[in-house]
Each structure stands twice: as C-alpha cells, then as structure tokens.
C-alpha cells in the first residue's frame, strides 16, 4: 500500500524490520499488536529462523505459546513467525488469541492488521479486506478525538487492502479499495497541500498499475503521467516528502512496463526501484522474461530471506520460497 506511515507508500511498500513487527504498536505506527519487550523464546525462533533452522525455530515459538497461552504479545509475535514459515492456519489461531486478549480498542486493531496480513500470505483478499475494514472501522471512531490521523489511517488501511488485492489478481476489489482510500484521505480536515498531493500520487500510481494490468496500455501511460504530475506539484510544496516518494516512481514505470511486456524498460526501473520482497520477485519475473534465469533465481533467494510481515512480504515472501522449490 505509509506522511504518518509514509507512502504507496511508507506502510504499503516500505519493509517493515522484523524485531517491529514483534514489538508492534497501535494502527498507524505497525503491524501487531502490544508492546514490550520481546519473550525469549520468540527471539530464539527469530534467530533460528535466520539461520535457516525453520524446525527448531517452529518448536521454540510452538514452546513459548504454550509457555505463555495468555500473552497478547506472545500470540502476535508467534503468529507473525508462523506465518513466514508458512504455517497460515496456525498463525491466525495466534492471531486470533491476540485479538480475543487485547486489552483495548487500539491493541485490539492492531491484532486485527496482522490478522489481515497473515490473510494477505495466502494471497487471501477477501479476508484480508475483511480485517482491514475492521481497523478501518477503529479509525472511524478516533475521528472526533484525532480528525488528522483518524482520516489518514482510514486511507492507509483501504489501500493497504486494495494493495493485497492487487496483488492476488483481484483487480476490481483493488480498484474499489484504492478509491475509498483516496476519497477518506482527502477528508483530512485542513489538510497540508503536501499531503493531498500525495494521495493523488497514489491514486494516479494505483489507477496506473491496474490499468496495466488490464492490458489497457493507454491508460496505464495516462495515469503515470498524472502520477509524475502530482509529484511534480508535491514536490512544489513540501521537498521532503515528495523526496520520499520519488523511489516509487520507478517501481511505477517498472511496473507498467512488465505488465504491458516492455521487458528492457521494466528491468530498468526496477533496478531503481528499491529491494523489498515485492520489487525483487518483479526483478525475478523480469529476468526471467529476458532468459537470465541465474539473476532471477538471485532476486528470488533475497526475497525469500524477508522476515517481514507487510504487504510486500505476503506476495514476495511466499512467491519466491515457490521460484526456488
């Protein structure tokens, strides 16, 4: 799909460092659910998981859940390292206690984000809208108290879906998520020129993608234009956070270019486009296309290596573990 989280952007394409997503904060600042700090036992699966130890990793977090059966906190993080281990079901029982434990409306979201992200694993985007609409929900009630932040995160959490969908082919879904997400980030009440631009920019650069995927080439090359525009005018009035943004312009353009078979162009933007899971199975799928299967399967292995649990990581994650099987 993060500006608070930042971008298509911070929240929806930015990696998300491992150890956050364990000690994961409220809806808005990421993913999961309590903070603290981290059980012992889930840092042990944490770091034998890195080593490739993914056995001994799933026996160290089954140990610690039943160690810790009423631990919020454990729930998410067990849940957030079963599902990078493939392990869905189990994960969203995690999950699921986590959200059954939270302790208030904010915790209680935040469970249910990563619920959605464990749905997002299995390429699943009708329950990870599902969860997501939930958090969406949660936001709809901070909009007396934190109009600002509550509108935004109503924004993040549609294209966070809509993202999701995207990427699990449901193009109609996405289109119909992105456009409640543009429509309530604009509902900012006085908001900063910067930041209306930037949901235009993510508006124009979804519009763009789907339509590529669509095989409308016209209108995918439209909507980049218009999403180069937006920059431009973000640029304008606020540098710093256009600066952000301009890393995803190439992922844009990378994107537009593979799904209309311009193959060069796509291996070029990509190039520019960033290392998260998702631009590396893109990077993956482009070398492929153009017969280098060596670089694919080196784009692949990195992909795999994600110990994220966002966006990015559901679809790349898995695709790659698939690629190199």
Request: glycine share 8%; hydrophobic share 40%.
């Amino acid at each position: 799909m993060s500006a608070a989280s930042s971008s298509i952007l911070r929240t929806l394409f930015a990696p998300v460092i491992f150890s956050a997503v364990l000690l994961a904060q409220p809806p808005g600042g990421g993913r999961g659910g309590p903070g603290g700090p981290m059980p012992e036992g889930l840092r042990q699966a944490q770091q034998l998981l890195r080593d490739g130890k993914t056995d001994d990793a799933l026996a160290a977090v089954r140990a610690q859940v039943a160690a810790s059966p009423d631990s919020p906190q454990v729930a998410n993080g067990a849940g957030t390292l079963l599902d990078l281990m493939g392990h869905g079901t189990e994960a969203r029982q995690s999950f699921q206690k986590a959200i059954d434990l939270a302790s208030t409306p904010a915790a209680k979201a935040a469970a249910q984000r990563a619920m959605a992200m464990s749905y997002a694993f299995d390429s699943d985007c009708k329950n990870t809208a599902k969860y997501e609409q939930m958090v969406f929900d949660y936001w709809v009630t901070q909009t007396s108290a934190d109009p600002h932040n509550a509108w935004y995160q109503q924004g993040e959490m549609a294209d966070e879906a809509a993202r999701v969908c995207i990427d699990a082919g449901d193009l109609n879904t996405a289109e119909k998520y992105y456009k409640i997400g543009y429509e309530a980030g604009l509902k900012e009440p006085d908001i900063a020129p910067g930041r209306k631009q930037l949901w235009e920019f993510r508006w124009e650069h979804a519009q763009a993608r789907i339509a590529a995927r669509r095989g409308n080439a016209a209108e995918a090359n439209k909507h980049v234009a218009a999403a180069q525009a937006a920059l431009d005018r973000m640029s304008a009035v606020d540098s710093g956070l256009a600066n952000q943004q301009k890393q995803f312009f190439p992922y844009l353009t990378g994107y537009v270019a593979f799904y209309t078979g311009d193959y060069q162009t796509a291996l070029a933007d990509f190039l520019q486009a960033g290392s998260d899971p998702f631009i590396l199975c893109m990077l993956g799928q482009t070398y492929e296309k153009l017969g280098d299967k060596e670089k694919a399967m080196d784009a692949y292995r990195r992909a795999a290596a994600s110990t994220a649990h966002n966006p990015p990581a559901a679809y790349g994650r898995p695709f790659a573990r698939k690629k190199l099987s």
